[in-house]
């Protein structure tokens, strides 16, 4: 048993086809195969049922990959720690980021990490929330950049700073002549909310309490910020951005960003780790290089 044998199992695990597995691995499919083929013939059980599509563990397949993932922490932890023994911080950080950040955060940290972190390679992800606590779970990811309090136990979230909401309002909405509204002035017929699946709308909804049976004349829903501005821009709708992405609304239309009155109207921005995580330098390292280039 080897840990290529081990690392290549986790990859078709998580692919859930051994095609995807070796473009992951940048091996080919039959190198890829036969190791794990050995690893079979060693443990004398069949680890995957490779008729069903995505390929699925075997119930002996699901013990071997549970510990497999504890045994390849275990290794990783080992060139950790010597790492930091030598004061280096090196090594891969593979890091999810979930959509309505991803635009507005990672030019800015990014140059600053790879300048003094050289020796550190980032593999970096732009993922849903559900899919990033999916990811870290099964150990396909180290970290992830997202929108706090929305993790379940055994992920845990190192804030880094506050994200205050605006509403972001047409022209030719009446809540436009005003310079900050209130929650309960806004008419759920008219605002615009991204898709299921993102954690910004789930926030919004349970800022405004609202029901998502609420009749409108039309329903628009994206998984794009920047699309949902748009759309208010050409009708009399509005919609709910957060801080991170007024910068990148042009001096023209900065009149209709309006503040939030009172109440919960910010979302807090944090890392989130397995709770067993190991490149505590990395995240580290991680950490230091956003809260630089953000000012908190």
């Known amino acids: 048993m080897t840990i290529i044998q081990l690392e290549y199992l986790l990859a078709v695990a998580n692919c859930g086809s051994f095609s995807q597995a070796s473009e992951h691995c940048f091996v080919t499919q039959p190198s890829l195969s036969m190791q794990i083929k ?16 995505p390929v699925i563990p075997t119930e002996a ?11 390849l922490r275990a290794y990783n932890y080992v060139k950790e720690s010597v790492n930091e ?6 090594g891969t950080l593979r ?63 190192q804030e880094l700073f506050n994200d205050r909401f605006y509403a972001y309002v047409s022209p030719s909405n009446p809540l436009y002549e005003r310079s900050n509204i209130r929650i309960e002035d806004i008419d759920m017929k008219e605002l615009l909310l991204l898709s299921d699946g993102h954690c910004l709308r789930d926030q919004i909804l349970e800022l405004c309490q609202a029901r998502r049976s609420v009749h409108a004349s039309y329903l628009f829903e994206s998984g794009s910020l920047d699309t949902l501005m748009r759309i208010v821009d050409n009708t009399n709708a509005l919609t709910i951005i957060p801080e991170m992405a007024v910068p990148f609304i042009p001096e023209e ?4 960003l309006k503040t939030l009155a009172k109440g919960a109207t910010s979302r807090k921005i944090s ?17 230091e290089s956003i809260l630089n280039v953000t000012g908190h």
């Open 95 to 157: 890091l999810g980021v979930i959509p309505t950040i991803a635009p507005y955060l990672l030019h800015r940290f990014i140059p600053d990490f790879v300048k003094h972190y050289p020796k550190v390679e980032l593999e970096i992800r732009e993922m849903k929330t559900a899919d990033i606590v999916a990811a870290l779970e099964r150990d396909a990811l180290d970290a992830a950049i997202i929108a706090g309090g929305m993790c379940p136990e055994g992920i845990i979230e």
């Open 253 to 256: 239309r900065k009149s209709q």
């Open 271 to 287: 890392i989130a780790v397995r709770r067993t995580y190991v490149k505590g330098s990395l995240v580290a390292a991680l950490k």
């Open 38 to 53: 050995n690893l079979e013939e060693e443990l004398g059980v069949v680890l995957l049922d490779r008729s069903k599509k």
């Open 85 to 90: 023994l030598k004061g280096e911080v090196a």
């Open 61 to 71: 397949g699901a013990v071997v990959i549970r510990n497999a993932r504890e045994a």
